[in-house]
């Protein structure tokens, strides 16, 4: 039986995502490299000298994007939550038949989880090598034991 071309039996083709071997999206990992370039960039002549030069600036940039992206992983939750909230009350409102599926902000949502996990760490390990005697430099206070 063939069936018409208005029939709802048709699917709607989903935006393909493609991934790193890490799982995240390649998109995420432009992004990331882009802000290092762009953050790096003003300190790539710079000494390594009592200012800290370019270490120093890694791990300035390293912190700054780590803590973009846990923003941004908090709107996107936001996002997530209203959205669906709008879709169980039954009165989906046109701002919220804009945005993306809830699918595709959940998977928005743990890629900037993921990266920023992995920037703060690394954000983390860079702010090791300043790090002579913790007490004498009064950075107790920057740290959770």
């Known amino acids: 039986m063939v069936q018409p071309a208005d029939c709802s ?3 709607k083709a989903q935006p393909a995502v493609v991934t ?3 799982g995240l999206s390649r998109a995420s990992v432009f992004h990331l490299i882009a802000v290092w370039a762009i953050g790096i960039a003003p300190f790539a002549h710079a000494q390594t ?3 800290g ?3 120093l600036a ?3 940039v390293f912190s700054i994007v780590a803590f973009l992206l846990f923003a941004q992983a908090a709107v996107l939750a936001l996002a997530v939550t209203w959205k669906e909230g709008q879709i ?3 009165q989906v409102s046109s701002l919220a038949q804009k945005l993306p599926s809830i699918l595709m902000l959940e998977h928005g949502l743990f890629t900037s989880i ?3 996990f992995v920037t703060l760490t690394l954000s983390i390990f860079s702010g090791m090598i300043f ?4 007490s004498a430099q009064h950075l107790t206070h920057k740290t959770v034991l």
């Open 88 to 90: 169980r009350s039954g």
């Open 53 to 55: 030069g370019w270490p």
């Open 131 to 134: 790090i002579r005697d913790i």
């Open 58 to 60: 890694a791990h300035i």
């Open 49 to 51: 000298d009592a200012s």
């Open 114 to 116: 993921k990266v920023g």
């Open 20 to 22: 790193t071997a890490g």
């Open 9 to 11: 039996t048709k699917s």
